[in-house]
Structures are given as structure tokens and as C-alpha cells.
């Protein structure tokens, strides 16, 4: 019997990625559509359980119903597998299931999981699957139990709870999902240091990528050694994440309705929790419908960059936005070659920064006019909850929940492009078929 073939307009896996992603979607939000989801006795709502689910498969965070009240403990816990199977990615979960069973890999499952990984070839990925599940359930399992122990000697009574609640915040952490037991997020722990800081830790090596984690794992020690995109990423999230902490803790120390009324000691791990969280990580031990609306501006511009490429982060990703920073230097210089460090970087690499930050820009600067004129919502508000959307991030300030099904629809769309990718999910829809056989005469527009 031959096995069934895919048909030709899906086939390629640029198509087969946003494709998975939406047919788990589809999944989650069936499974939350089920009476034993919600808590109480009324039905689910069709709107909140398609958000919900559309939140957890991109590890966004955003909700329009509180988590605990509204959804069961099982509804909790398909909302957990789905962003659990989202972080890592679907192709990949099946992938490294698949490793670990049968050892074998498919020419296509490769190629889709190459394209979902950003690995360079595919020589690269099996050993890559590998090391991703073995490095996320390590990292959630170390934080689960520091949490679940800080849960049960200071905030419940019964492990059971306090282990769930640990599992719960680990996943969401390192996955970057940014959902929480609590209405008000991590409002209840604000300047505890043994539940705030390890979900920190989750969300920063979450959003580093699985590949940089992979090759500091190997050769942490030896920085000259690491690869352009391994440098561009971590020292870049340590840049963005001190300038983070800083113009936070500067912008806010003095404001009555965030750090003002907190010791100093409090002051200092909240601004390392919003050096965190504004790049993907979506908790919050703060309002932030009352910061500034400096900071305000300043967090958007934060969640817009985001994390490490192949990680569980959204943006446009650090590497991007530093390559697009050289593409500058260079052209200011009038160097013929974009270079880092000795390496020049190709004009493709090039094509593709600028396409996905162009394409990033329209849809958030689009999406926040449709949002203000479904909403009526302020500008501040819109532009900070799009690229909240857009960036996979899941803060805030209180909008989403008030929001309208057409406004919903708009953050859904965001999230689902967020997490795919702008390249991933525009390719998806223009690629050619075959190459071109010709050129054309060049010609020089004036420019600037």
C-alpha cells in the first residue's frame, strides 16, 4: 500500500509549518470546547477557548478570561500541552519523539524541521532534536522544583498545589507563554527572590534559542570560538537586557503606581523581571497599565527586537535587529561587504533582516490602526498591546480582556504570525516553484 502523498500547494514544508501550527490550533481549541475544560457548570465559550488556544500554541500569554477561574484543571492542563508542544514546536515534538523511538528521520520531516529551527543543514538536525528536549525538560524540571519547594514552604499547604503551580509557572517560563494560576499574574510574589528570579531564568534561556544553547553547552568557555549568530545572540540579549533593567528602574523609580512605594531591594528585582519579560516572558508582578508612558514606549520597542532566533521568543529577534545595525555601519562606511568580527555576511542574509523587519513593521503599524478603530482604544495602549501580540510577548495593560471578537480576531492573527515567522508565513503563500532562468538589466533608482 503506498503511503499517502501531501498535495503539491502544501508539500513544501514552508507551507507544512504554519499549517501544523494551525491544525494544533484548531485541536486545542476543540479540546477547550469540551464541557470538562471549564470551571462551573456553564459551556466554554467559543471565542475564548479559539484565543486561548491560539495564546498557548504561539506561547503568547494573553488572555481574555482569567486562567484559574475560568478554565478546569484539565482545561489548565491542555492550555499547559499546548504551549508545551507550541515552545518547542510541533514538527520538532514529533521529531525528537520519533528520535527517541524509532531513531529515523524522513527527507521531508527534516526539511520542515530545518525550516522551523533555522539550523544551516541537515546534517544539523538530528543531534539538534536531541539536545532541545533533553535541555527544555532540564531547565523546567530545575525550576519546577525550586518553585515548588519556595510554593510549599511559603504560600500553600498541600505539595499537590504547590507542585502543580511549580510545573504550571516552569513550563509557562521557559516557553515564554507568560500564563498564570493568579488573575493578577506574579502580583501576589512581587519581591520574592525565590519565585520571581527563577522564572526569570526560565524566561532569558528560553529565549536564547535551542542552537546558541546547544553550542554554549559545548564551548561556553571559548567566546572566540562561537559562531556569528551564537555572538549576535548572547551578547546582544545580555546588552538589551541591561539597558532593560536600567531605563526601567530610571524611567519608574519615582512612580506612585509601580516602584515608588517598594523597598529598594524589591525596586531592583522588579527591574530585573521587566529587563526579562518585555523581551517575550509575559509575567508581570506589576501593573502595566500604570508605568509612564516613557516606559510604555520603551517596553514596546523591547518586545518589537524580542529574543534569540529557533527559540520560544517572538520579535523580529535580536539577531535581526543587530544585523540591520551593521547593514547601517556598513553603508555609512561605504564598506562593499556587511562584516562581523572576520566573517562577511551574504546578501541574502541581508534580503531576508530587512524583509522580515519591514514586513514586522507594516503589520504592527496596520494592526495597531485596526485595533484603535475596532476598540477605540488610545494609541499607547493599541501600539503596546499589537507588538505584545506580534511579539509573542503576552503584557498588558489591561486591554485584551475588554477587547471585542473583531479586535480579538486581530491579536489572533498577530500571534499566529509572531510565532510562525513573518518570512515563514509570507513564503508561505508566494514562493515559486522553480527558480528563474534569466536576468533582468539592472537599473538604480535614486534613493534617500
Known amino acids: 500500500m503506498s503511503r499517502l502523498a501531501l498535495p503539491a500547494a502544501i508539500a513544501h514544508p514552508v507551507r507544512l509549518l504554519p499549517l501544523s501550527f494551525l491544525a494544533l490550533i484548531l485541536l486545542g481549541t476543540g479540546l477547550l470546547l469540551l464541557p470538562f475544560a471549564r470551571s462551573g457548570v456553564d459551556s466554554p465559550d467559543f471565542m475564548a477557548a479559539f484565543f486561548t488556544a491560539t495564546s498557548a500554541v504561539t506561547v503568547t500569554g494573553l488572555a481574555t ?13 491542555i492550555i499547559v500541552a499546548l504551549a508545551q508542544i507550541g515552545g518547542l514546536g510541533i514538527v520538532a515534538l514529533a521529531t525528537v519523539l520519533g528520535l527517541f523511538i524509532g531513531g529515523r528521520l524522513g527527507l521531508r520531516t527534516r526539511l520542515v524541521a530545518q525550516t522551523d529551527m533555522h539550523v544551516v543543514s541537515l546534517g544539523e538536525v538530528r543531534p539538534l532534536f536531541r539536545r532541545v528536549g533533553t535541555v527544555m525538560l532540564s531547565f523546567e524540571a530545575v525550576i519546577a522544583l525550586a518553585l515548588t519547594l519556595r510554593y510549599r514552604g511559603e ?3 498541600s505539595w499537590g498545589t504547590a507542585l ?5 509557572d516552569a513550563v509557562m517560563a521557559f516557553n515564554n507563554a507568560g500564563f ?6 506574579l502580583t501576589g510574589y512581587a519581591g520574592d527572590w525565590l519565585v520571581v528570579l527563577p522564572i526569570c531564568v526560565g524566561v532569558f534561556f528560553g529565549a536564547v534559542g535551542f542552537p546558541v544553547l546547544a553550542e554554549l553547552f559545548q564551548g561556553w568557555r571559548r567566546p572566540s570560538r562561537w559562531t556569528i549568530h551564537t555572538r549576535l545572540t548572547v551578547w546582544g540579549s545580555i546588552g538589551l537586557f541591561v539597558i532593560g533593567v536600567a531605563g526601567f528602574l530610571l524611567l519608574e523609580w519615582n512612580n506612585d503606581g509601580t516602584l515608588a512605594p517598594m523597598p529598594w531591594d524589591h525596586r531592583l528585582l522588579t527591574g530585573v523581571e521587566s529587563g526579562v519579560m518585555t523581551r517575550s516572558g509575559g509575567f508581570n508582578s506589576f501593573d502595566w497599565g500604570a508605568v509612564t508612558p516613557e516606559t510604555l514606549s520603551f517596553a514596546t520597542v523591547s518586545m518589537f527586537i524580542g529574543g534569540g532566533s529557533a527559540s520560544t521568543a517572538g520579535g523580529i529577534k535580536i539577531t535581526t535587529f543587530l544585523l540591520l ?18 566573517r562577511a555576511i551574504g546578501p541574502q542574509v541581508v534580503r531576508t533582516a530587512l524583509t522580515i523587519a519591514l514586513i ?8 495597531t490602526w485596526a485595533l484603535m478603530l ?24 489591561g486591554l485584551t480582556p475588554t477587547l471585542d471578537v473583531g479586535s480579538q480576531l486581530v491579536l489572533i492573527v498577530l500571534m499566529f504570525i509572531g510565532r510562525v515567522g513573518t518570512i515563514t508565513a509570507a513564503s508561505a503563500f508566494v514562493l515559486r ?6 536576468t533582468l538589466p539592472e537599473e538604480q533608482p535614486i534613493i534617500g
Do not use: K, N
Request: without cysteine; glycine residues 10%; aromatic residues 14%.
Open 65 to 77: 478570561v482569567d486562567t484559574a477561574a475560568y478554565w478546569s484543571p484539565a482545561g489548565q492542563g
Open 155 to 157: 504560600y500553600f499547604d
Open 164 to 168: 502543580w503551580h511549580g510545573v504550571f
Open 180 to 185: 498564570s494560576l493568579h488573575p493578577d499574574s
Open 325 to 342: 545595525a551593521y547593514v547601517v555601519l556598513a553603508e555609512l562606511r561605504g564598506d562593499p561587504q556587511v562584516t562581523i568580527g572576520s
Open 360 to 367: 514586522a513593521v507594516m503589520l504592527v503599524t496596520g494592526s
Open 374 to 397: 475596532a476598540s477605540g482604544a488610545p494609541f499607547e495602549q493599541s501600539l503596546f498591546e499589537v507588538t505584545s501580540a506580534f511579539g509573542t510577548v503576552g503584557l498588558s495593560t
Open 433 to 438: 516553484r522553480r527558480a528563474p532562468r534569466y
